[in-house]
């Protein structure tokens, strides 16, 4: 009886984990930030209308994972 409440209880957790991939698909954006004099290092990119973002490395390189939708804004 109690290990078959353990059964559930791990596969509902393991599910909770799966089903916003499943159900919001991600895509990955990637790109490089730069000016006239070169990378840019440290510049803020936001998925707008999110608080989803990240910072430019080094290189002016950046990846943003975002929600697959038909028109992202960066």
Known sequence: MIKDRL????WLSIGMFFVPTIVWPQVIITGT???SYGPVIGAN????GTTNG???D????FKLQVRNTTKNNI
């Open 7 to 10: 059964k559930i209880a791990l």
């Open 33 to 35: 930030v730069s000016d």
């Open 45 to 48: 990119i936001i998925e707008k």
């Open 54 to 56: 990240v910072i430019s």
């Open 58 to 61: 080094i290189n002016g390189d």
